[in-house]
């Protein structure tokens, strides 16, 4: 399959933090960008974008972060279970928020043997989350997707999760934009007003060949905001005004004197 070709600002999404929730562009940090697909379809796009992880905040206010647009975004909160008195889940979070400070400094090596730490003490959606970023940053993909796979699991509602998942699974050495789709799709619908999810979305049904869909959302995409897909809008309309002047020509050509 051809390379998709996903927006700049939005690859793929990086770990969740609790406090500021911006994305970040993938040229900020090797941590930022994991949540775009910027799924190779001409030049990649990267991002693939990884997006920003989740990083649980200190409890008791949790909040998500995402890493498709151009700022950044971590995991840093505490599960609902946890507490400070909990000694395993204290280590699991210092874990994890060292880990995202290691990945803030590009450090991805050791971000991922902290997240991987965190993990093993305590199995949460937001350190697999973040441990797939690091995966994803490594090229390991196979790993990326089981990380996130089990992160949807534990957190199904995760609309970065599963675009992340469709990033690994465009760029992974065997891609399968059919399971793209499938997860980007989820996304779509845990985050309609999403204007990258939307952009994505489209990038990879274009790649796909589906154009009219691809025109819908690449025009849901430019009107919450992606001047980008304007371009985009203009590529597929010409695409599908030639396919319909290719037919009626087909359909003449076929025709017996």
Same mark, same amino acid.
């Given at each position: 399959?051809?390379?998709?070709?996903?927006?700049?600002?939005?690859?793929?999404?990086?770990?969740?933090?609790?406090?500021?929730?911006?994305?970040? /562009? /993938?040229?900020?940090?090797?941590?930022? +960008?994991?949540? *775009?697909?910027?799924?190779?379809?001409?030049?990649?796009?990267?991002?693939?974008?990884?997006?920003?992880?989740?990083?649980?905040?200190? /409890?008791?206010?949790?909040?998500?972060?995402?890493?498709?647009?151009?700022? &950044? +975004?971590?995991?840093?909160?505490?599960?609902?279970?946890?507490?400070?008195?909990?000694?395993?889940?204290?280590?699991?979070?210092?874990?994890?928020?060292?880990?995202?400070?290691?990945?803030?400094?590009?450090?991805?090596?050791?971000?991922?043997?902290?997240?991987?730490?965190?993990?093993?003490?305590?199995? #949460?959606?937001?350190?697999?989350? #973040?441990?797939?970023?690091?995966?994803?940053?490594?090229?390991?993909?196979?790993?990326?997707?089981?990380?996130? &796979?089990?992160?949807?699991?534990?957190?199904?509602?995760?609309?970065?999760?599963?675009? #992340?998942?469709?990033?690994?699974?465009?760029? *992974?050495?065997?891609?399968?934009?059919?399971?793209?789709?499938?997860?980007?799709?989820?996304?779509?619908?845990?985050?309609?007003?999403?204007?990258?999810?939307?952009?994505?979305?489209?990038?990879?049904?274009?790649?796909?060949?589906?154009?009219?869909?691809?025109?819908?959302?690449?025009?849901?995409?430019?009107?919450?905001?992606?001047?980008?897909?304007?371009?985009?809008?203009?590529?597929?309309?010409?695409?599908?005004?030639?396919?319909?002047?290719?037919?009626?020509?087909?359909?003449?050509? *076929?025709?017996?004197?």
């Amino acid at each position: 399959m051809s390379h998709l070709c996903l927006p700049p600002s939005r690859a793929l999404r990086c770990c969740h933090r609790a406090l500021a929730l911006a994305r970040a /562009p /993938p040229s900020a940090s090797p941590a930022c +960008r994991t949540r *775009s697909l910027h799924a190779r379809a001409s030049a990649p796009a990267a991002r693939a974008r990884p997006v920003l992880a989740h990083r649980p905040s200190r /409890p008791p206010a949790p909040t998500a972060l995402l890493l498709v647009l151009p700022a &950044k +975004r971590w995991a840093t909160s505490t599960t609902p279970h946890s507490t400070a008195s909990d000694p395993a889940a204290l280590e699991a979070f210092q874990c994890l928020e060292q880990g995202t400070q290691k990945l803030e400094e590009g450090d991805v090596h050791a971000a991922k043997e902290l997240y991987r730490r965190s993990v093993e003490i305590q199995r #949460n959606a937001h350190a697999l989350f #973040n441990l797939g970023v690091t995966h994803y940053h490594l090229k390991e993909f196979d790993e990326a997707i089981a990380a996130w &796979k089990e992160s949807i699991q534990l957190q199904p509602s995760s609309a970065d999760a599963h675009t #992340n998942l469709a990033s690994a699974y465009v760029v *992974s050495p065997v891609a399968r934009p059919d399971l793209a789709l499938q997860h980007l799709r989820t996304a779509a619908d845990l985050a309609p007003e999403d204007p990258e999810i939307a952009f994505n979305l489209a990038a990879v049904l274009e790649a796909c060949g589906r154009l009219e869909e691809a025109l819908k959302y690449y025009k849901r995409s430019k009107e919450f905001g992606v001047e980008r897909a304007a371009s985009h809008i203009l590529n597929v309309s010409a695409k599908l005004a030639g396919q319909k002047l290719a037919t009626p020509a087909k359909n003449t050509g *076929s025709e017996s004197p």
